[in-house]
DNA sequence: CGACCATTTGATATGGATCAAGCGATGTGG
DNA sequence: CCACATCGCTTGATCCATATCAAATGGTCG
């Protein structure tokens, strides 16, 4: 299942290098757990695990972004969450993923084995404590999205440029590594209804659009008080 | 805060008796989570703890159900679950809750202090991988509420009425604890589209509505393919 | 330059919201 | 025990935000 990062694209081939710090047995403690993976590269629109999948590994996006998604029988599909650097995506409930992921640009991500993370928690309790606690963040994000799905279109779009600003801006602009396409199955609107939006926020000055990927936050304040 | 349940409705005096079983501390182990609280009753419609208080206390429904919500600026009520007995509740990301609780019904809750839980998992993985695997069922049920909510109206609730009847019901007679009203702000609808969505699943003959409060499926398959 | 894909813009359709009224059950006071 | 108020729910009529269908524009890469 690992593998298909590597064939749905690219000539990237993630061969599981050994990552170059490795700490022996006795020495894994708390905090360690980013040196119990491995570095591998994923290109553009490669899937890193599929929804179904037996969830055998835990990810944390190093460099580029990801988008989890889950495409409904109807063919419509929902994003249910982007990561950036620093993010930890992969934990699930139970022993297969309910989401696929996919790399939205070309990536790295450090892939860690799950049944090692278990049974250094099983040992250390302040490890299980900070899987708890990634996973209550994980759970804090979902709630935030569902409440985004009840609101309005300019609601929804405001409320997400104000998250990617938080998370990825440099001062007030905001560099979009997804689609309109991707940004409408994220909020739960069409990619038409998403561009309008936009349109009308730039015509409110409330935001600038140098390029259809660039977004500058001009006035967040108004921004916010969209965010209903 | 915790006081709450008590003054907003009802006599009744939840004054926190100890419970009845009380291991010593050294005999607290995996699984004796649930002896480290106490049993409180709550009256219909008595907050159990409010948005933005201090979370210090976990809950376990054990009688009743429950509902937790936010009130949006605008005056809208979303409701982001509904408990059942046996559900563990008001865990939440950080050490505040992002969400208001309330009994829907008369109900008895266990009420267990947090850090004793933090200090037990502190020494016990076990007991530190139990909330991990609480807090992972949490997530996977609010993920698939966000799902519920890019759905039609149709879709919604019969995807309500499968999780209502999963739950609570008693072979194919759903008996809900809860109005019209509180349906639709758990699937982000007026009470009138669920009121209409009812009568005309009623009239497909996909269920039966003996009374408001009364749920017959007759016929899950058709229900289960609505659900999208 | 030309083809292709992403995005924007325009015209129309529609599902669910809103506004408004009717209905049935439950409870209260006479 | 019945008249009446109240509350929760259903049903009806109309409106509106967003979807859908369709076309134009712009940006990128061979």
């Not at 998604?69 to 993010?87: H, M, N, S």
Request: with cysteine.
């Amino acid at each position: 299942m690992l593998m298909q990062g590597a064939n749905s694209n690219s000539s990237l081939t993630p061969s599981l290098k050994r990552p170059a710090v490795r700490m022996p047995a006795s020495e894994e403690r708390a905090g360690s757990i980013e040196l119990m993976g491995a570095l591998m590269p994923f290109g553009r629109n490669s899937e890193i695990f599929g929804e179904n999948e037996s969830a055998d590994y835990l990810y944390k996006v190093v460099s580029g972004s990801v988008r989890s998604y889950k495409v409904l029988v109807d063919g419509r599909r929902q994003i249910g969450a982007f990561y950036v650097p620093g993010d930890i995506f992969g934990l699930e409930s139970g022993d297969t993923h309910t989401f696929s992921a996919e790399a939205i640009t070309d990536c790295k991500i450090l892939v860690i084995k799950r049944s090692a993370v278990m049974a250094l928690a099983a040992r250390d309790p302040d490890v299980a404590r900070q899987m708890w606690a990634a996973t209550a963040r994980e759970l804090a994000r979902v709630q935030a999205h569902s409440l985004l799905l009840i609101k309005t279109a300019q609601e929804r779009v405001a409320s997400f440029l104000l998250e990617m600003a938080e998370r990825v801006a440099a001062d007030g602009l905001v560099e979009l590594p997804m689609s309109r396409q991707d940004i409408a199955d994220y909020l739960g609107l069409t990619i038409e209804t998403v561009s309008r939006t936009l349109t009308q926020l730039e015509k409110t000055a409330a935001i600038g659009v140098p390029s259809s990927r660039r977004i500058l936050l001009r006035n967040r304040s108004a921004l916010r008080r969209l965010n209903a």
